[in-house]
């Protein structure tokens, strides 16, 4: 197939890529290459991914259009977001801007170039903090805490009714706390790595009780790559997780362990937009898209640590 992938010069986008290549899929990027961390960074992982590169902004319309006429791709997959819960508290109107108007420009200009074949990249957030786990995709999503959470939950809305509306054969998968190489490095494991193995003090937000479904990234792509090759007419939504929460606490001491070196803890209280744990239910995912996570949290720490910072 020939394959436009937004957000390709990311982290979960261009493992997305280099797993469509590897398997002989015609590919394209599409990225605005923002500064939220140093563009360079991803102009290097955009030319390391083999694919046509086009520098857009999803905000932008007719930028949009000028690359999807000029790849004429025959699947999309919808990997571009502006991340990061935090910073969407600090400024929620870019949020909506680039998650809201620009998955609704990419929709319109699918529909209108006659692309019916979208995968969306969703999040765990949408689940906000759901008082039931593990969280499945039939669960009531009225718990949201962030306006991250929000522009993701309206961007599954779109996709469910632009489906609906063109016929399109488009899946949303929700992401669990994805990790690895080339991961951003405002995520707690790259900030953690790189404090514990110079040394450094990390800073741990409340008791260390809050739990995460960590999901390697290898798992992940293969699991986008699973809903694009299983798409049909309609709407489907899918979580893509570890399916092995653990808590922060433990997430530290799985690294100590990977590196040899104890952690210095400064502790500062709960951050706001923080939910409390992230627990997949995959029951429908391994029935439908046979996924299969096969990476352990520990292999999957000591995979990024020998990438980041090579051990001895």
């Not at 997780?241 to 209280?269: F, M, Q, S």
Request: net charge neutral; glycine share 8%; charged share 20%.
């Amino acid at each position: 197939m020939k394959v436009l992938v937004t957000g390709g010069a990311g982290f979960i986008g261009s493992h997305t890529l280099d797993a469509l290549r590897a398997r002989g899929d015609t590919t394209a990027l599409l990225d605005d290459f923002n500064d939220f961390y140093d563009p360079a960074v991803k102009h290097r992982n955009a030319a390391a991914t083999g694919a046509q590169i086009f520098a857009a902004d999803l905000r932008d319309r007719p930028a949009v259009r000028a690359a999807l006429q000029a790849f004429q791709p025959d699947a999309i997959l919808h990997l571009a977001a502006r991340a990061g819960i935090r910073a969407s508290l600090e400024n929620p109107r870019l949020y909506v801007e680039a998650n809201i108007t620009g998955t609704l420009n990419l929709l319109e200009e699918a529909v209108a170039l006659g692309v019916t074949r979208l995968v969306f990249a969703s999040s765990s957030s949408v689940y906000g903090n759901n008082p039931k786990v593990p969280f499945a995709e039939t669960d009531a999503l009225e718990s949201i805490i962030s306006p991250y959470a929000v522009t993701k939950l309206a961007g599954e809305n779109l996709c469910r009714i632009y489906a609906g509306l063109h016929g399109l054969s488009l899946t949303a998968l929700r992401f669990f706390t994805v990790y690895g190489p080339r991961q951003r490095p405002d995520l707690a494991i790259s900030k953690f790595v790189k404090a514990i193995a110079t040394g450094r003090p990390i800073d741990l937000y409340g008791d260390g009780s809050t739990s995460r479904d960590y999901t390697y990234v290898t798992d992940t792509a293969a699991g986008v790559l699973a809903a694009l090759d299983r798409l049909t007419p309609g709407y489907r939504v899918y979580n893509l997780g570890g399916d092995h929460p653990v808590t922060l606490a433990t997430l530290v001491e799985t690294i100590e362990r990977v590196l040899g070196k104890r952690a210095v803890i400064n502790r500062l209280p709960a951050q706001p937009g923080d939910v409390e744990r992230t627990w997949a239910d995959l029951t429908r995912a391994r029935a439908d898209l046979a996924y299969a996570p096969a990476v352990p949290l520990e292999e999957g720490i000591r995979r990024y640590c020998e990438w980041s910072q090579p051990l001895s």
